[in-house]
């Protein structure tokens, strides 16, 4: 079949370039006007501006061709070799708890190391990111990503506009190729995206393989590696520093070759969030957002945020890791009656866990930022089992980290001490699972 030509200049698509789900305001060209009122639904198009504008030949004009156009300006070749993906679990596996947004055909990520990871054959890759309302919000909120190719970091970068478009690879041949998006900055503050995977590939992209465990880490600022990319104790909370793939939690599903998945939140504790005046502070806390996608001060196609999406729990871990009670500590300190309350409410988050994953390991542990309340984290799991007769759990004690390793942001964990932590780690699980 001979190919129709596509005659929006490169110029006028370029201009399109990071506009969301609803094309508007392409340009000034004649053409692309007319394309953004059709699409609009305020100006229907002619047979010969259908044959022109129909870039992948089905009889009709929709958002697709309009993203094609868009990508050929980027990436030049023939449109007719470019294929579009939308980022679902047909294509593209999902790392941690994402959420697909059928009408804006966007996965989006709030929990720190949220993602996606795909394969193709091909030369040319480009990847759409789309912000929340955070996008504003500047290096202390907005969202920080990166992309790997290959097992290659190509981009790390803080989300500030509405929408980007990433040129992940260009080359002159075809070869196999490994993609992998991921968040590096936790829920709270914002959340990402990932709408449009355009390939030159002839096949479909597929998900990337399935690790033989997956682990579900729940925590507070170290699981989600805050200002670990900045030894210096001052410069406050952003997500600029933040960067979950050097924290522990991370570092070990790398030593154990598994798939993860992020819970976690600074501040937030199971009994109290971080309290800097001794008084009860019940606003930060992990277990009522633990049946949520997440929980987010922004919104994701400006109405939705995660706080208000249940998530399905569909997939049960193979182990769940909990690391919380740093912050419940700043309420507890050391008087007795309080570090019980901390114990009979870190009971009751254990009976919720192990009603949503009947058969998963737990392993409970604290200490990289203080020892304070590894007693009574240990008390809880054996009253737990006590009381529930649930011998499929275990406890384990962090070393607390040392000056000569450094501190990061607000003395937090540096990467050395984060490393330190993850081998601890990964050798209990392998000498308790057998892993």
Request: glycine share 8%; with cysteine.
């Amino acid at each position: 079949m001979q190919k129709k030509v596509f005659i929006i200049s490169a110029i006028a698509v370029v201009a399109a370039l990071g506009i969301a789900a609803s094309p508007l305001a392409l340009g000034s060209s004649t053409t692309v006007d007319k394309l953004n009122a059709f699409l609009e639904g305020s100006e229907k198009l002619t047979e010969k501006e259908v044959a022109l504008l129909d870039m992948d030949h089905n009889g009709k004009v929709d958002r697709m061709d309009w993203v094609k156009a868009k990508y050929q300006a980027m990436l030049g070749g023939d449109a007719d070799q470019l294929q579009i993906f939308a980022p679902t679990e047909q294509y593209a596996k999902q790392l941690g708890r994402t959420y697909y947004h059928e009408e804006s055909k966007t996965t989006w990520c709030s929990l720190s190391g949220t993602g996606v990871a795909f394969s193709f054959h091909g030369r040319k890759c480009t990847l759409t990111l789309v912000a929340d309302t955070q996008y504003t919000a500047g290096e202390a909120n907005a969202a920080r990503y990166a992309i790997y190719l290959d097992g290659a970091l190509v981009k790390d970068a803080q989300l500030t506009t509405p929408t980007i478009d990433v040129e992940v690879l260009n080359a002159d041949a075809a070869a196999m190729h490994d993609v992998r998006v991921v968040k590096l900055s936790e829920a709270c503050n914002s959340s990402l995206g990932i709408r449009d995977i355009v390939v030159d590939a002839e096949e479909p992209i597929v998900p990337a393989a399935n690790k033989a465990h997956l682990i579900e880490f729940i925590g507070d600022s170290i699981t989600c590696g805050y200002g670990v990319d900045l030894e210096d104790t001052g410069g406050g909370f952003k997500t600029l520093t933040e960067n979950v793939t050097r924290a522990y939690a991370y570092r070990t599903a790398e030593m154990l070759d598994a798939d993860y998945s992020m819970v976690s939140y600074s501040g937030h504790g199971i009994l109290s969030g971080y309290t800097g005046n001794g008084q009860l502070n019940t606003k930060q806390l992990v277990p009522p957002y633990y049946d949520n996608l997440g929980f987010c001060y922004g919104k994701f196609e400006n109405i939705l945020q995660p706080q208000n999406i249940q998530w399905q729990f569909a997939n049960e871990p193979s182990l769940i890791v909990i690391n919380l009670g740093t912050n419940d500590a700043s309420y507890t300190g050391g008087d007795g009656t309080r570090q019980r309350a901390y114990a009979d409410a870190y009971i009751a988050f254990l009976k919720e866990i192990r009603a949503k994953n009947p058969n998963a390991p737990i392993l409970c542990t604290l200490g990289i930022m203080g020892t304070q309340l590894c007693d009574a984290m240990e008390l809880a799991v054996s009253d737990y089992t006590a009381e529930t007769g649930d011998t499929n759990i275990s406890s384990m004690r962090f070393a607390a980290q040392l000056a000569e390793d450094g501190y990061a942001v607000d003395w937090h964990p540096t990467a050395k001490t984060h490393d330190k932590a993850a081998t601890v780690l990964s050798d209990y699980i392998r000498n308790w699972l057998g892993w």
